[in-house]
């Protein structure tokens, strides 16, 4: 059941169109300004902006649900206010206080709660924090001043023909970025990963490149990577060289609470990926809040092609990826308190 007024998920590229609103708040002064709420429309910025030149920008990327009972739900809200409050520190901008980027984000989603499309669609979120500073001499000084933001965006699959197994292209020389970064979320991780995805797709067909310099597995361009098979998930332990995706730790935890043994290793390597995706049982998947949990079929290293197990999507990927979407629409019990619901104003 859907309440009347959910649209479905606009049928266009995920993240290309928006709702109507958005909420700002500018800091300069070591102060935030009241955050506004506003229609999204385009800002003015000057051509020195320091974020143009030096990058001092983050960003959070989370859902709001509607559930089957019509209620909207945000998803792991406080993990992701954490998250971009870490992000903020490492990148040496003001770290926005935990309530009111909380209250920014709940705001929005209720501002746009009839712009909430009907499940599998969802409302995807975009906090962003940018150093607003005009002053191209500020390279080895952060901004004095910063704008915060969410704008939202209705969307469907990430992954262009819904649920199919995924073909990723191993890369075992370059990392994903900068190794001490890469728990970071800020664009510039996003595009030093464009390079190498791009000639992946175009000269070996892959979705998406799995980097693993020196044999060590991290992640991909925007998602992070599981093995999985009928008794286990088998994934990299968090280091600083990766995003610490919080699908990733909701999946672990819903693993973990449906009976499979939970491995977070030290060092997963591309050896032990193709020994694993040489059993019939074995899956692997990638993991996100876009992605949400999306099957791989099929590895390419040095230009040969395995099939990970059957080369399809895996029924253990297709259960826990249900486990965690029936959770987001309120199809079952949320004992770890992760769904925020929004009323209107
Ligand atoms: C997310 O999963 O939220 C991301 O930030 C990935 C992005 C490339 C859409």
């Not at 300004?33 to 051509?47: A, I, K, N, Q, Y």
């Not at 649900?65 to 019509?70: F, P, S």
Request: proline residues 8%; aromatic residues 6%; charged residues 20%.
């Amino acid at each position: 059941m859907t309440t009347p007024s959910a649209p479905p998920a606009p049928n266009a590229p995920f993240g290309s169109v928006f709702a109507s609103t958005m909420v700002v708040a500018g800091w300069s002064d070591g102060e935030w300004e009241e955050p506004r709420l506003g229609p999204v429309e385009p800002f003015s910025l000057h051509p020195a902006t320091h974020v143009l030149h030096y990058g001092s920008a983050c960003f959070e990327g989370l859902k709001a649900h509607r559930g089957t009972d019509g209620v909207v739900r945000v998803f792991r809200l406080d993990a992701h206010v954490r998250r971009m409050r870490t992000s903020a520190e490492i990148l040496m901008l003001p770290v926005p206080p935990a309530e009111m980027l909380t209250r920014m984000v709940l705001d929005v989603v209720a501002a746009c709660l009839d712009e909430v499309p009907a499940a599998p669609g969802s409302l995807y979120l975009r906090p962003t924090l940018i150093g607003t500073v005009p002053n191209i001499g500020a390279a080895a000084v952060p901004s004095t001043r910063a704008l915060l933001y969410v704008i939202a965006s209705p969307v469907g699959d990430y992954f262009a023909g819904g649920v199919r197994p995924l073909k990723l292209a191993l890369e075992t020389v370059r990392p994903r970025t900068t190794p001490q970064f890469g728990m970071v979320k800020s664009g510039a991780n996003y595009v030093m990963a464009l390079g190498p995805t791009m000639r992946a797709k175009q000269e070996l067909g892959a979705d998406q490149v799995l980097f693993a310099p020196g044999g060590i597995i991290q992640e991909t361009g925007a998602a992070n990577f599981l093995m999985i098979d009928p008794h286990h998930v088998i994934t990299p332990a968090l280091n600083e060289a990766f995003l610490h995706g919080v699908t990733r730790d909701s999946v672990l935890t819903l693993a973990a609470d449906l009976g499979y043994e939970v491995d977070q290793r030290d060092k997963l390597t591309v050896d032990d990926l193709v020994d694993w995706a040489s059993h019939n049982d074995a899956e692997a998947a990638l993991s996100g809040t876009a992605a949400v949990l999306a099957a791989v079929g099929t590895l390419v290293l040095d230009g040969e092609e395995l099939a990970v197990g059957t080369g399809g999507v895996g029924d253990h990927t297709l259960r826990l990826r249900k486990a965690l979407t029936d959770l987001h629409i309120g199809e079952t019990d949320d004992p770890h308190g992760w769904l925020t619901p929004v009323t209107s104003g």
